[in-house]
């Protein structure tokens, strides 16, 4: 089946660092991915859709100066949370769509914590 | 019972009972809905899905029941098992191609052995 990779799975870092998401498709061709944020006992909200090669768009209420996207290729988007700070801690989750699969996959999260 | 915590409705279950989980959804252009699980520390896994078109589909040990008239999905599973202690969502788009996905509050199920 369809996999969808993130990396790191977890990562703790200082406020006001920076901190780069990876997200692959390891066996299939994403023109576009999805990055949600999940916080304890809540549901998952979407923050940008990116597709390759093009800017993402992002969600009301996300701001895209923090929040930086980058689709470089159809397998690989990174989500980098610049200058991070505590309420930024969070579960970050992308997906992937597979048009030739016609759904979308999800990764297994990544765990931020800001000190 | 079902009771509402502070943020997420929880089911508690035995083992072997069948489970009714609850979703409304709120856009009436909706036209295709999936249920995913989500288990501790772990991304959404997809469950099964059905299109406007239909009004139930059944997979296995699962079945989705789709009321459109007051916008109201519900994912039942039979003789639940405590591997299927998880969080469950609901979730909806206007097609089944490219679009985004809105998800629902969730349910945690709980089962008890």
């Known amino acids: 089946g369809a996999v969808v990779s993130q990396h790191p799975s977890r990562v703790i870092c200082k406020s006001g660092t920076s901190v780069k998401i990876e997200c692959r498709s390891l066996?299939?061709?994403?023109?576009?991915m999805f990055w949600y944020r999940q916080f304890p006992k809540q549901s998952l909200m979407l923050m940008a859709t990116?597709?390759?090669?093009?800017?993402?768009?992002?969600e009301q209420g996300v701001e895209k100066d923090k929040f930086l996207i980058n689709h470089a290729s159809l397998t690989l988007s990174t989500l980098t949370v610049t200058s991070a700070h505590p309420e930024d801690s969070s579960f970050y989750i992308c997906?992937?769509?597979?048009?030739?699969?016609?759904?979308?996959?999800f990764g297994p999260g990544t765990r931020l914590t800001v000190l | 019972g079902e009771s509402v915590g502070l943020h997420l409705p929880t089911l508690s279950v035995q083992e072997g009972d069948n489970s009714i989980i609850n979703c409304a959804y709120s856009?009436?252009?909706?036209?295709?809905f999936i249920w995913y699980k989500q288990e501790s520390g772990k991304g959404p896994q997809f469950i099964i899905d059905i299109r406007s078109n239909m009004d139930k589909r059944q997979g296995q040990r699962v079945t989705v029941l789709l009321n459109k008239t007051v916008k109201h999905l519900s994912l039942q599973i039979a003789a639940t098992q405590p591997g299927d202690s998880a969080v469950y969502f609901c979730?909806?788009?206007?097609?089944?191609?490219?679009?985004?996905?809105?998800f629902g509050k969730g349910t945690m199920l709980l089962v008890s052995p």
């Open positions: 997906s992937a769509y597979g048009t030739s699969l016609g759904e979308q996959f």
């Open positions: 979730a909806e788009k206007v097609n089944s191609g490219y679009s985004t996905l809105t």
């Open positions: 856009n009436s252009a909706s036209d295709y």
């Open positions: 990116s597709n390759e090669g093009s800017k993402a768009t992002y």
């Open positions: 066996d299939f061709q994403a023109t576009t």
